[in-house]
């Protein structure tokens, strides 16, 4: 993937999509599709979809901000790509952005939703955080916790972590991190909700490890200042949002940067406190 951004509309309404309702329980359907280009598998989604209304998310858009703010930031992820497009669900088009996304298992591996392997691995009594720290994740895990305050991630359930295996290399590895749709202003879909929406409260989550709170979660990180290899500065808000102006309007975008920027100050006090 070369561009991360095609802003071009392209022709995909030969994607047929499945539908699925979202496993936390949000309101909406998210529709999935898939086709292989070159031997490759690429997968697509889209944003939160409504029968009646049509598509009225940003889940996309929200990924790929993501997806640049962890480049930034030094941490290992799922590369996704923003496309609009013309999409035909049930027989009527749509003009949208979705996001597109290669498979992180390489060949010989299958996956596991962490959930399951905790369930069927964990000794008796022992807490998650502890089980991935006795399998060697706990810098994975901490990225991860770190990574959700910053994105508010609304929907970290046990199957948003993977765990990935080669039975006949035994190979045992835990996936980059990815699907980080249902984060930053997700829950806002008028100029109102935007300008209203406060950016460091501490809102309820669906945390797989650790508590529903995000900010809570921070505690569990002992060694907070080695997380990151690189650091949010002010001058890093053209590289998160080039190419996004015709996704989201300004105020949108302003007002994710103004979450982005003040959650990461909030990070680093932490850091230093």
């Known amino acids: 993937m070369d561009r991360d951004v095609i802003s071009e509309k392209t022709d995909l309404t030969h994607l047929r999509w499945a539908h699925t309702r979202h496993s936390s329980g949000t309101a909406g359907t998210y529709l999935k599709s898939e086709e292989s280009e070159g031997g490759k598998k690429i997968y697509y989604k ?15 858009i929200n990924e790929i901000i993501v997806d640049r703010l ?32 290669g498979d992180f298992k390489e060949k010989g591996e299958s996956k596991a939703a962490l959930d399951d392997y905790y369930q ?20 994975y895990i901490d ?13 970290r359930h046990g199957a948003n972590i993977e765990v990935l295996r080669n039975a006949r290399k035994r190979t045992l590895r835990i996936a980059p991190l990815f699907d980080h749709g249902l984060s930053l ?21 669906n945390n797989y490890i650790g508590s529903r709170s995000t ?59």
């Open 143 to 155: 990225t991860m916790l770190a990574v959700d305050y910053l994105i508010l991630n609304r929907d």
């Open 215 to 273: 900010l809570d979660n921070l505690e569990m990180i002992k060694d907070k200042k080695s997380i990151f290899h690189g650091r949010l500065a002010l001058s890093d808000k053209d590289a998160l949002f080039t190419g996004l102006n015709e996704a989201l309007p300004e105020v949108h975008l302003n007002k994710i940067w103004e979450m982005l920027y003040e959650r990461w100050c909030r990070y680093e006090d932490i850091c230093n406190s």
């Open 70 to 101: 962890l480049g930034i930031l030094g941490v290992e992820h799922l590369k996704y790509r923003l496309i609009h497009a013309d999409v035909d669900i049930e027989g009527t088009v749509y003009d949208t952005w979705l996001c597109a996304s």
């Open 46 to 60: 889209l944003s939160d979809f409504d029968s009646e209304k049509g598509i009225i998310g940003h889940e996309c």
């Open 120 to 139: 069927i691995n964990a000794p008796k009594g022992q807490s998650r955080y502890e089980f991935c720290k006795e399998q060697g994740w706990q810098k």
């Open 185 to 205: 202003l997700c829950s806002c879909h008028s100029i109102e909700e935007i300008k209203t929406f406060d950016v460091m409260l501490d809102r309820p989550c």
